[in-house]
Every structure is written in C-alpha cells, then in structure tokens.
C-alpha cells in the first residue's frame, strides 16, 4: 500500500486477516452440530464421574447445570466437564500460559521446542527466528486457546507464516513460533505424580474413495461420527486454518479427489481425531519419559494434568531421542483413556480411589 511503511502495511494486512478468523470460529461454534457434539461431550464427563462414584461407594450431586459434586466418604469434588476442584484456579491460567509453562520446564531441563513469543503481527521477528531452524515451525497463540484452535504447523515460506501468524492472531495477541518436531503425539495423564494412562493420539485422516473430494470425504466422516454418537468421537472435523494449510503444503485442496484406498492427512494436530486414532502407549514409555512428564506436572504445580510429549521413539529419553514436552494441561480432557482402539481405562474412577485413599 503506497505511502505506509513496510511494517506497519504488514500489520494491517495481518490484523484484517486476523478478524476474517474470528468471524469463521464464531460461525463454527453457533452450528446446531457443534452444539449437539458439545451437549454429548458434557454427558460423557457427568456419566464418568457417576461410574466413580459408584465404584467407590459415593453419588453425584447435581449443583447447576454442568456443574456437579461427587461425594466419597469425607471426599468432595466439584466437576463441569473436564474442569475439576483438584486444581485451583491459578495453576490452570499458569498452564494456559505457554511461554511461561516452557520457561518453567527449561529451568528444570525438561526439554521443550526451539521457539521465540513475539506479537501476532511482528513478521519481521518471526521470519527471522523460522529462517534460523533447519526445519518447519509451528505457530500457536501463547495463551488462551484450548482444543489446539489457531495452531498451524509445517509452516516453512514467508507466506505460510504471514498466514499462520493472522490465524493465530485472531485467538491471542501474542504467539509462539516454535521449531516443529517429529515423532508421534503422547497424553501422559498424571494424579499426585503418578501416571494413570498414556495413549498416543494419532491425527485425522480420511480415506480415498476414487470418487469423492476431500471436502465430500470429510462431510461422509462427520456423518459416521455424529450418528456414531461419543463412542464415536468427541468432535466433528474443522475445516479450519490448519486443514487447509495441511492440504496446501501437500499439493491438494478440498476439491481434490485421492484415489481409493488412499489415505490423506487432514492436519497434523491431533484434537479432531476419532476413537480409532488413539491407541494405549503406557507400555511404550520408558521410565525416563515418564518421569520427565512427571516433573512437567510438578513445575506448573498441577495435581491432574495431561502432559503432551512429542518424541519419535518413547522407548528412550527424550534427550537422546529428540523428543519434547509440548504442553501441560491443568484441565485434561478424559475422553481418550476411555474410548480408544485397544481398551478403556477409567482415570476418574482412579482419581476418586486415590483421593479418598489419601482423604484429601
């Protein structure tokens, strides 16, 4: 645009793409299908926490709406959904907070990703820290989004950046431009330091028919899942930001029709996977991975959380593998321990029997 500066061009462009971002998320979350996904979701946490009880002696109160008690001897634990009392409110915020969720870690040597926190609109200092990697980045909002919203990953031009940083932007106005590591994904769920379940979450993916495109292949999915009910899944796939930069980067677009029997990746976050996708890994840890995600949870001081580890090789430490601690949940979802392609474990009937063993 003639007579404006180079950096302040760019973040008009940025800001204005920014908002196109916004406006999509909010069509997305009023669609009656959402709704109904997000209705199942909350039945699924009040139904775990009823087996709990039951397992160990207690019941369920409902107190409003989502919000409910779960009694145990001299035990009370207040739940809406996903979120509990076991952590206070200050420990959920520090973990919501990324920079300062890797700034802790560091300081304990945990490894964590190569990454710069700059502003959503500093292009320049972006693509400076994204030229110095010698591979892909991701780029995610620092704080404030949850569900893996506003994330791009295998962002590797100037342009795939100047587009990750205006999604990004819409969800926070700092992000995180970070170094993207290979290996599979790994939710360590860990009460009072000890690991209750580990599964690895592999990421969506929709098969070829040799007919149908992409985008017709996805609505076919979200078809199977939605009937499919939550054993299903627990959430439809988002055309979103991340989608489409996941087609682009691999030649393709929603029109675009994969042979049959051919499988095509539709993102490389995990959070729109279904029930198949995830798969128990606990065996597959080493100690040392474990208790990496164990002093994880220590350094941000929550009691239940679900540590995300990337690593090619769980068998080995994460130093040597070229592993990382990307995340730590203060409010860890509970859907993968218990539908999954290879068994369920009940984790809330275990946090119960571990808190009224310790009676606190």
């Known amino acids: 645009m003639p007579g404006l500066p180079y950096d ?3 973040r008009r462009l940025l800001s204005g793409a920014s908002f196109f971002w916004k406006l999509h998320r909010r069509r997305y979350h009023r669609t009656p299908a959402k709704a109904e996904i997000a209705a199942r979701r909350a039945r699924f ?13 207690g019941h369920v109160r409902e107190v409003a709406g989502q919000l409910v008690e779960v009694s145990c001897a001299d035990v009370v634990v207040r739940v809406r959904r996903n979120l509990t009392s076991l952590d206070d409110p200050l420990t959920v915020a520090m973990a919501d907070d990324k920079p300062l969720v890797y700034r802790l870690l560091g300081e304990r040597g945990i490894p ?12 320049r200092r972006a693509w400076g820290f994204a030229r110095s990697l010698s591979r892909p980045c991701v780029v ?9 919203i506003g994330i791009t990953t295998a962002v590797a031009t100037w342009a795939d950046l100047a587009w990750a940083l205006a999604y990004a932007g819409a969800f926070d106005r700092d992000v ?7 290996g599979a994904v790994y939710r360590l769920l860990y009460f009072d330091g000890e690991l209750l379940d580990a599964v690895r979450r592999d990421p969506p993916t929709v098969s070829g028919d040799g007919r149908s495109s992409i985008e017709e292949l996805i609505a076919a999915e979200n078809r199977r ?7 299903s899944c627990q959430s439809l796939i988002k055309i979103d930001g991340e989608l489409r930069h996941t087609l682009r980067h691999a030649g393709r677009g929603l029109r675009s029709v994969p042979a049959a029997g051919e499988a095509v990746l539709l993102k490389n976050v995990v959070n729109d996977n279904r029930r198949e996708d995830n798969v128990s890994a606990a065996a597959d840890l080493c100690a040392e991975v474990v208790q990496a995600g164990a002093e994880a949870a220590a350094a941000v001081g929550a009691r239940l959380a679900g540590v995300d580890v990337i690593t090619p090789d ?7 593998a070229g592993g990382v601690v990307i995340e730590v949940n203060a409010a860890p979802g509970h859907y993968y321990h218990y539908y999954k392609r290879d068994g369920r474990v009940p984790v809330a009937t275990l946090i119960l029997e571990r808190l009224v063993k310790v009676g606190a």
């Open 314 to 320: 769980p068998s080995a430490p994460l130093g040597e």
């Open 8 to 10: 302040t061009f760019t």
């Open 176 to 182: 995180i431009v970070e170094e993207q590591v290979g």
């Open 112 to 123: 964590v990703p190569r990454h710069v926190v700059c502003a959503a609109d500093d292009l």
């Open 140 to 148: 995610k909002p620092a704080r404030g989004a949850s569900g893996a």
């Open 45 to 57: 946490y009040r139904d775990i926490w009823d087996e709990a009880a039951t397992a160990n002696g």
């Open 225 to 231: 899942r939605f009937e499919g009910g939550i054993a």
